[in-house]
Structure formats: structure tokens, C-alpha cells
């Protein structure tokens, strides 16, 4: 291993020793969508993920059934609720942004979501879901 470089077993043998660990509860990442604009997103923790549970449960219940129906407005209504899922991963792991503007004024989560690119939206959807561990199939709902 190359200096600077730390490993597990190198955190244990940190912390064996007395050495702190570190964890970081946050993960940035350059967004493509927008050159210039870093973003927070959530890392997965048991707390956290038991609190995404309660956000989604009900609204996901809701999805399965009227997706199962073979009416145009419940299809239609599926679709707001899929909506509603993706809107409370979005409040749940979105933690920080910078480098982006809108109206003037500096971007945070909430404000990028309401009013910003829907391509940064739908970016930083993909990386909560997959730092939650979902599949492809799953992302896609």
C-alpha cells in the first residue's frame, strides 16, 4: 500500500494502536450535468436508512396499488406519487450543494430542487439511490 493510503485493515490497525478512525457522513461528487457544481449527498447509515424507510413507506404503498390498477388515471396518479418517492429521497439525501446560483441567490438542496435543473435533480437522485444500495431496476422507480 502506498503512503497516504489507508485500507480496513489499516483503520484497524489504526485504531488498535490508539489511532482515530475517520467517517465521513458525507459524499460530494462534481456533477456532470453542471460543470462547476459539487454536491452533498447522505451517506447510508442504519439511523438513516430506518428514517427513509418511515419517509417512503406509505407513499410506495400507495404507488403498488394504483399501478396495479389498468385505469388512465390511476396510471396518471402512480406517476405523481413515483414523483412523491423520488421528492423524499431528494429531501432525505441532498445535504449540500455549491457553485450554483438560481435567481441570483446561492443554491441549497431545497432551492435546487424546487427551482433549479432537473438535470442536477435527476443526477443527484441517482447517486442518494445508489449510495442506498438500490439496483438499476429499482433506481428506475
Do not use: H, Q
Not at 24 to 46: L, Y
Not at 84 to 111: C, M
Not at 119 to 135: D, F, H, M, P, Y
Amino acid at each position: 500500500m502506498t503512503e497516504g493510503k489507508t485500507s480496513r485493515s489499516g483503520d484497524r490497525l489504526a485504531a488498535m494502536a490508539g489511532g482515530p478512525t475517520t467517517y465521513e457522513s458525507v459524499v460530494w461528487f462534481e456533477a456532470e450535468s453542471r460543470a462547476g457544481v459539487r454536491c452533498g449527498i447522505a451517506r447510508i447509515s442504519f439511523g438513516r436508512r430506518i428514517d427513509l424507510a418511515r419517509r417512503i413507506r406509505e407513499v410506495g404503498r400507495r404507488a403498488e396499488f394504483l399501478d396495479a390498477s389498468g385505469e388512465a388515471k390511476d396510471r396518471i396518479e402512480a406517476a405523481v406519487v413515483k414523483a412523491e418517492i423520488d421528492r423524499a429521497y431528494l429531501d432525505w439525501g441532498w445535504v449540500g450543494v455549491e457553485g450554483l446560483e438560481i435567481d441570483g441567490a446561492a443554491a441549497t438542496p431545497g432551492s435546487a430542487i424546487e427551482a433549479g435543473p432537473a438535470e442536477l435533480a435527476a443526477e443527484v437522485l441517482a447517486r442518494i439511490k445508489s449510495e442506498c444500495g438500490l439496483t438499476d431496476d429499482e433506481r428506475k422507480n
